[in-house]
């Protein structure tokens, strides 16, 4: 029975539970796109999520564990989807201050990853130290991403306005 409850049904409350957890900003994202704009909400955050999730879709896959691969897969598709509208409705808007960010966090998450992939892939780090690098830099981006709502925290103190901040994904980490 422990086996059963540790291998399976605790993992299984964990996609779950991270699936809820990831799935939380889709209300915001569906009420910008139909006003059309992201009004002043800090979109950093999806990108963020988006490397996040893509890494431990990596990880997941480099270790064999079907439930880090499932906890992530549905924020690897919304927080690429948010990511994009986020920088669509950006540039509607010429709003490039902001679009910078989120395309400096997106795509420098996508190189290290295709870095990390390159190492790994053609073994010039196999078995445990392979995992170790990929590990700690799935933990660093997970680190950042849990950050990143306080990339907006000058501006809330600057203009005494917490708009730029999503409370329910604040919430929810």
């Avoid at 422990?2 to 009420?31: D, H, N, R, W, Y």
């Avoid at 992530?72 to 950006?90: E, K, Q, R, S």
């Avoid at 998450?109 to 590990?135: D, F, P, Q, R, Y």
Wanted: aromatic share 10%; net charge neutral.
């Amino acid at each position: 029975m422990s086996k059963l409850f540790f291998a399976t049904i605790l993992p299984s409350v964990g996609v779950i539970l991270s699936t809820v957890q990831l799935a939380v900003p889709f209300a915001t994202l569906v009420e910008c796109r139909r006003q059309g704009t992201i009004g002043p909400l800090n979109p950093v955050p999806w990108a963020s999520s988006f490397v996040n999730c893509f890494g431990w879709m990596i990880y997941g896959c480099q270790i064999h564990d079907i439930y880090i691969m499932l906890s992530v897969l549905f924020g690897v598709a919304l927080n690429f989807y948010a990511t994009t509208t986020a920088l669509t409705l950006l540039g509607a808007h010429n709003e490039f201050h902001k679009a910078k960010d989120v395309e400096l966090v997106g795509m420098g998450g996508i190189i290290v990853w295709l870095v990390i992939g390159l190492i790994v892939g053609t073994n010039l780090l196999e078995g445990a130290k392979a995992n170790l690098l990929s590990g700690s830099v799935v933990l660093a981006t997970g680190l950042f991403y849990y950050i990143s709502p306080i990339s907006s925290a000058r501006q809330v103190l600057k203009e005494w306005d917490a708009s730029s901040i999503n409370l329910p994904m604040i919430a929810l980490n």
